[in-house]
């Protein structure tokens, strides 16, 4: 019988450090897609506040920190991280936990990297920590929420992990290649 091994989704892929940035696998624990019934959302909200500290977001916005955060994820939908979800009355939820791959570029040329693969405008003047994108990653669907002055947490499905890297990855060799 074969013996199966678990392993990360970014496993032997990163780190990467390149110039001044640095992507790197984040471990997050459970990962629950929660969307609220019609009607539901502030009972959806008022049962996350109570059990994880969260609240479910705004559009395009994402509550909570590294830990317990809550991420907007499309209309009527969101992921929280970090944590595991317990049932909510008028809400419906499903495990995503093994279905995603979670990575952080951070670095003070991380958003110059990200605006080479990402058609969103994600200068901290307009992009501010707490918001949040689900869009393309070059060809990868992608969630991006920035989470710090020069942080992104970058969500892509686990299948197209090593893809959102390796671009990830060009991209930046590309913006360190400007500043030698």
């Known amino acids: 019988m074969v013996e199966l091994i ?7 892929i990163l780190p990467l450090s390149v110039g001044d940035c640095s992507l790197h696998e984040v471990s997050v624990g459970a990962i629950t897609s929660v969307m609220p019934a019609r ?9 996350l506040r109570k059990s994880h500290g969260v609240a479910f977001p705004a559009p ?18 969101a992921m929280v991280l970090g944590t595991a979800v317990a049932p909510i009355r008028g809400a419906a ?51 991006i929420t920035r989470t710090g002055a020069n942080a992104f947490d970058i969500m892509v499905f686990r299948s197209m992990a090593v893809t959102a890297v390796h671009e990830l990855g060009v991209a930046l060799r590309s913006v360190a290649a400007q500043d030698s």
């Open 6 to 12: 678990a392993k990360s989704p970014c496993e032997g």
């Open 39 to 47: 009607g539901q959302e502030k009972a959806t909200t008022d049962a």
């Open 93 to 143: 939820l499903s495990d995503q936990s093994d279905g995603w791959a979670v990575m952080r570029l951070s670095g003070p040329k991380a958003a110059d990297a990200l605006a080479r693969l990402v058609p969103v405008d994600l200068r901290a003047a307009t992009f501010k920590r707490g918001h949040t994108a689900r869009t393309l990653l070059f060809h990868v669907p992608a969630s």
């Open 60 to 77: 395009g916005r994402a509550t909570g920190k590294d830990g317990a955060r809550c991420i907007w994820f499309g209309p009527g939908q």
